[in-house]
């Protein structure tokens, strides 16, 4: 079993940069990839970026590529998303998730097993 906790989101201008965090309990952690999803108001929950257990891999949406970047502590237990040059179609409710999902299966809802309860971010023009 995984709790995950996300923290860090909040408002910001376009342009501008949030940081967010997502705290993990058990000591299993090092042992699942992690991913970041978001929803937006009125649309499905989309794959933003996820990284392999190690850290030695790192995936991406197209829409966030060169902008956000994702990265993992394990002696924290944390996984990291840095957002920089945010635009207004980034707002969304951010959430952290942990699975170990086959090759195919890592930009997908199902291919993680624990979500976190999110965290709000909006991007204002």
């Known amino acids: 079993q995984v709790q995950l906790v996300e923290s860090g989101g909040g408002l910001v201008q376009a342009g501008g940069s949030l940081r967010l965090s997502c705290a993990a309990s058990?000591?299993?952690?090092?042992?699942?990839?992690m991913g970041w999803f978001h929803q937006a108001p009125g649309k499905e929950r989309e794959f933003v970026a996820a990284?392999?257990?190690?850290?030695?891999?790192?995936y991406y949406a197209d829409s966030v590529k060169d902008r956000f970047t994702i990265s993992r502590d394990n002696a924290k237990n944390t996984v990291y998303l840095q957002m920089n040059s945010l635009k207004p179609e980034d707002t969304a409710v951010y959430y952290c998730?942990?699975?170990?999902?086959?090759?195919?299966?890592?930009?997908?809802?199902?291919?993680?097993?624990?979500w976190g309860q999110g965290t709000q971010v909006t991007v204002s023009s």
């Open positions: 998730a942990a699975g170990r999902p086959t090759f195919g299966s890592t930009w997908y809802e199902m291919g993680y097993d624990y």
């Open positions: 058990g000591r299993t952690f090092s042992t699942y990839t």
């Open positions: 990284i392999s257990w190690s850290g030695g891999n790192t």
